[in-house]
């Protein structure tokens, strides 16, 4: 073929190199590459253009004139698959003349190609001109021009298809190599960009730390900054620092430690990372970042930073609060041993305790010991809840709770155990524990608080000794059984001796049964009726019985101090067995 261009071809080359040249837009370039064709090669009817594609291995047809576009889009011709990939492949321009020629090669289509081309073209060209898009011997597409009337197609078509695919090669790699540049200069700007916030988010969490800031403002402030939702948990899963979002819950269940991950949560993706918080042989926690957007390196970078910081914090946090649980310990220690040091008023002043006023202690006490990292401070929690209108202090450990509470005049002990009533049943579902409470009487002054927790003392061992469970009881309710706990043992024992003494013997030598009937008399408030029903005796065999109790044990029953002595003596008598059971 004669390479050189008539006068026409020359001007029809010139004309469409000003064309292709006067953008740098790769649509465009396509589009103008198209049209000059169609419009400078009168045989030509229509055409497609074809750029191949790295990643898929594929020539993806780019833009048509004629065809139908939206079939069209969908063809993706492997190298060497019909007119356009033999062109490909062989890298120079060829003709296909007279249609049997051109359905011969459209027959190597694959099925579904085949499809697409007859769906798309009404009828089969009569000649097609397929040129390649070479570039220093690599092509980068192929145009396809079709001509659908039974003309001949020239030489000097051929050579003026060529020359304009070997221009618009030029002019294609030109653009590409343009919006390589200006995407790598885009890039720098948005890397420049992205360091500079870096830069300006590490400052400002400095400066958060310096400014005394808590680790829930510093958490807050890295999801305002970074856009994402985050919580920071410890070495349990447990919230240090709460989320600020309520779908949070379902994410802290699907992330893993270390990886970064993808989930579905009320049908939005989230992309997931977790940072740990110190060291591996000491980690106090994790950072759990969740955005809708995959994490870059920045974004890692400066959650890695924020990491170190919120580490530092926690350290810190957790150095405060064994500080303050050792100040709390000394407190505790002084108020419920009764060895009141001189530094007790100052100790309390810190604790924002007052000194004067009206105290009551309150003692629960567990049947098995708890946990102390994980369930201490929910405990605690639970106090602050309940007691959230009192002034209090409490000191916890593995089997009792104890609390000090101030009260105004306006409040009383009767509102503690009302409180006690309604907080018993969380406790013991929080813990899985039985809980038995005692509760102090009221004291002037926190230097006599320490009588208060000795009579909450005294009142557990009632509720133990009677094996009551999961119930509160005041000090101020046990009646003469505040004797029993705060009399000598052997005073005790010599009262009963001296009321009871003759009827106990009588029913261990008899195997009597009148100790058993004096405590249904008296659970009876003294009705014979109901003492006999209960006892299932006849009425009779009950006023012999309480003779009987009159006679052995010197004491009427119709007088009322002689009552009063048989009932503290049994009370005292039963307590005393319960006691050695």
Known sequence: ????????????????????NSSLDIDTIIESLLQVCVSQVEAIDG??????DEERQ???????TVLDKTIIDKVALKPGESMTGQCFIRKEIVLYQGRDSVTSLTNTLTPENKEYLHLSVPTMPYSTICAPLLVKGQCLGVITLDAFQPVEITDEDLKLVKAISQQAALTLENARLYQKQEQAMKDVKRVNHALQRASTIHRELTELVLNGKSLEEITYYIEDKLRIVCAVV???GEYSVTPSTLEFEPILKAYSQDLCQQIQVAETNYHLASFRLGSRLESVGWLICAKNEPFDAIDSNTLEHASSILAMELIKRRAIEDAQLQMRGEFAEQLFSGVLKEDLPLLAKRLHLPVEGEFVVTIARFDAPIERVIMYPKVIQQATKYLQGFTHFTSLDSRELKVLIHLTSEQDSQEIQLIWSQWLRELKTLTNRSVVV??????????RAYYSSQEAYQSLRYLEKRDLRDTSIRFDDLGLHRLLLQAPKAEIEGYIEETLGPLIRYDREKNGELIATLGVYFHSNQQMKATSEILHIHANTLIYRLKRIEDITGRSLTKV?????????????????EARM
């Open 1 to 20: 073929m004669n390479e050189s261009l008539s006068k026409r071809q020359l001007e029809s080359l010139l004309y469409a190199s000003n064309v292709m």
């Open 47 to 52: 055409g497609v253009l074809f750029l191949f």
């Open 58 to 64: 594929r020539l993806i047809a780019k833009k048509t």
């Open 234 to 236: 410890n070495e349990e």
């Open 438 to 447: 005692g509760i102090g009487k009221t004291h002037a002054h926190l230097r």
């Open 561 to 577: 101090e002689d009552l009063l002595a048989l009932h503290t003596a049994l009370e005292f008598f039963q307590d005393s067995i």
